[in-house]
């Protein structure tokens, strides 16, 4: 079984592929796992290679995967290279475009679409998205326990449950609805589409200033709503690249302090006077 991740860097693909891998190893397979990302960890595109066999493994990576898991619809421009005939595509239809799917709808025979990023939105958290798609690849792997997965998982979430106990439960819903889902997902009465790609309104302005977001850089963190002096930012609806929401200006407010733009890690603000 050669099994591709894909997905944005700090989407959690690297933590679902550590715990396929260990689950199986500890089941008494021959497991391997090689992650690969750019220089920019979160934010770049981040691919897993894990291969479950019988026999020692002689080399991790493959050209072509049984099963792919798409995150993301960046995700869907890595995999194509791997896709084969009987490839199984399992990936988030609520974060992959059908934009983004329509290249490669021609070689995928096989698929189950799970809104995980929707899911983790409405019932859990945003970071709980990977959790989900784990419970639907791990419902895949028939000789690889749930509990043996759960079991991983909570080792490998341990700091994290420590300051927080309530994300163990949590994560367990979270990993055990994406099973389900998966194993009820009927192909014929799904088609093959992805979320409708919605224009997202990113500049701001009156005739005195504009404030312009950059969702491709945008990771949630809120630390320019922290900073605000006049309290103009808020959270939106709108998702950035992990799947966290962006903020919006009340552009009445804004005094063009730039406050915001200084403050942000990643570039994500821009703030210009008229």
Same mark, same amino acid.
């Given at each position: 079984?050669?099994?591709? /991740?894909?997905?944005?860097?700090?989407?959690?693909?690297?933590?679902?592929?550590?715990?396929?891998?260990?689950?199986?190893?500890?089941?008494?397979?021959?497991?391997?796992?090689?992650? =690969?990302?750019?220089?920019?960890?979160?934010?770049?595109?981040?691919?897993?290679?894990?291969?479950?066999?019988?026999? #020692?493994?002689?080399? #991790?990576?493959?050209?072509?995967?049984?099963?792919?898991?798409?995150?993301?619809?960046?995700?869907?421009?890595?995999?194509?290279?791997?896709?084969?005939?009987?490839?199984?595509?399992?990936?988030?239809? @609520?974060? $992959?475009?059908?934009?983004?799917?329509?290249?490669?709808?021609?070689?995928?025979?096989?698929?189950?679409?799970?809104?995980?990023?929707? *899911?983790?939105?409405?019932?859990?958290?945003? &970071?709980? /998205?990977?959790?989900?798609?784990?419970?639907?690849?791990?419902?895949?792997?028939?000789?690889? =326990?749930?509990?043996?997965?759960?079991?991983?998982?909570?080792?490998?979430?341990?700091?994290?449950?420590?300051?927080?106990?309530?994300?163990?439960?949590?994560?367990?819903?979270?990993?055990?609805?994406?099973?389900?889902?998966?194993? @009820?997902?009927?192909?014929?009465?799904?088609?093959?589409?992805?979320?409708?790609?919605?224009?997202?309104?990113?500049?701001? @302005?009156?005739?005195?200033?504009?404030?312009?977001?950059?969702?491709?850089?945008?990771?949630?963190?809120?630390?320019?709503?922290?900073?605000? #002096? $006049?309290?103009?930012?808020?959270?939106?609806?709108?998702?950035?690249?992990?799947?966290?929401?962006?903020?919006?200006?009340? *552009?009445?407010?804004?005094?063009?302090?730039?406050?915001?733009?200084?403050?942000?890690?990643?570039?994500?603000? &821009?703030?210009?006077?008229?």
């Amino acid at each position: 079984m050669q099994i591709l /991740l894909v997905g944005e860097g700090g989407q959690g693909v690297q933590t679902v592929a550590k715990i396929i891998t260990l689950a199986a190893q500890q089941s008494g397979r021959q497991a391997s796992y090689n992650p =690969s990302f750019g220089v920019e960890q979160r934010g770049s595109v981040s691919l897993s290679y894990v291969q479950i066999e019988d026999n #020692p493994i002689p080399y #991790p990576r493959f050209e072509s995967a049984d099963i792919v898991v798409a995150f993301c619809s960046r995700a869907v421009e890595s995999i194509k290279i791997y896709l084969k005939d009987d490839s199984l595509l399992i990936f988030d239809n @609520s974060a $992959v475009s059908d934009r983004a799917l329509e290249p490669i709808k021609n070689k995928i025979k096989k698929y189950i679409a799970i809104p995980a990023q929707k *899911i983790a939105q409405e019932k859990y958290s945003t &970071k709980a /998205l990977n959790m989900i798609l784990l419970g639907a690849l791990s419902a895949q792997l028939r000789d690889i =326990s749930m509990a043996k997965i759960e079991e991983i998982m909570f080792e490998t979430l341990a700091d994290k449950i420590a300051k927080d106990p309530n994300i163990k439960e949590m994560n367990l819903n979270a990993l055990h609805e994406g099973a389900q889902l998966a194993e @009820s997902f009927n192909q014929e009465n799904s088609p093959l589409q992805g979320a409708e790609t919605k224009d997202l309104v990113n500049e701001y @302005s009156d005739d005195q200033k504009t404030w312009t977001r950059y969702p491709e850089y945008c990771k949630g963190c809120a630390l320019c709503i922290a900073r605000c #002096p $006049v309290k103009a930012l808020t959270f939106s609806e709108d998702l950035g690249f992990l799947g966290n929401p962006m903020p919006k200006v009340d *552009i009445q407010k804004c005094i063009a302090c730039e406050m915001c733009s200084k403050t942000c890690p990643d570039g994500a603000i &821009k703030v210009e006077k008229k």
